[in-house]
């Protein structure tokens, strides 16, 4: 089985924060995605990157960045956390761009 | 504008029955689609796919059919058990560029009644 490790199910920051949030997988895929979920916007793609070290941006990748300085690690980072980033953040991977898409099981991000 | 439309939000079904969950398209340059189950508080769970080369795949209960002219697919359930009861998304690839992203739609939440 995939396994997709978020770091954290809940999580609350303030408004002006720095966060981030980590993803870990131990299957060796190539992909890996970031989305947010939110009430009738469905998935939104923040970010994804297809190697080590490379990334490219997604639908709203504003307010964000990530960082892949390992194969099995996808960190997202909100730069300046904001209250219209409370959300849940996906991560997901696949082994390559013709396979499904595996997900975590989320990080509730609550910015206050 | 959405390229992938899932135009019921919600849909609910007696158990035993059949479900069908429906799915348009706009881009005909998709050329593999997934169908995705969602319950509360957990992240997406893949159920079965069809590339656009077929019209049909099956998996146990879950049937998807994929129409290339209307643009459209369906995901058949049968026979629904109360633990289909989950948020359904349907996906498209987008072959496009050298990433191939997956186009979502917005999911259409499937209540199965005992």
């Known amino acids: 089985d995939v396994k997709v490790t978020q770091s954290s199910r809940y999580l609350v920051k303030r408004t002006g924060e720095k966060v981030f949030l980590e993803c870990v997988q131990d299957m060796d895929h190539e992909n890996m995605f970031w989305y947010r979920q939110d009430p009738g916007l469905g998935l939104r793609l923040i970010y994804f990157s297809y190697d080590v070290k490379m990334k490219e941006k997604g639908d709203i990748p504003e307010g964000y960045s990530v960082s892949r300085e390992k194969k099995e690690r996808f960190s997202l980072i909100l730069e300046s956390a904001s209250t219209n980033q409370t959300s849940m953040y996906l991560c997901?991977?696949?082994?390559?761009?013709?396979?499904?898409?595996?997900f975590g099981d989320g990080t509730r991000l609550s910015i206050l | 504008d959405q390229q992938v439309k899932q135009n019921s939000p919600s849909l609910s079904v007696q158990e035993g029955r059949i479900s069908i969950l429906n799915c348009d398209y706009t881009n005909s340059m998709f050329d593999y689609f997934l169908w995705y189950k969602k319950y509360p508080a957990e992240g997406p769970t893949f159920l079965i796919s069809?590339?656009?080369i077929k019209d049909k795949n099956e998996d146990g209960r879950f049937t998807v059919f994929l129409n290339k002219s209307a643009k459209h697919l369906s995901l058949h359930i049968v026979p629904s058990q109360p633990g289909d009861s989950a948020v359904y998304f349907c996906?498209?690839?987008?072959?496009?560029?050298?990433?191939?992203?997956?186009?979502w739609g917005l999911g259409t939440s499937l209540a199965v009644n005992p």
């Open positions: 069809i590339s656009s």
């Open positions: 996906a498209a690839v987008d072959n496009a560029g050298n990433n191939r992203k997956l186009i």
């Open positions: 997901a991977l696949s082994a390559n761009s013709n396979q499904p898409q595996h």
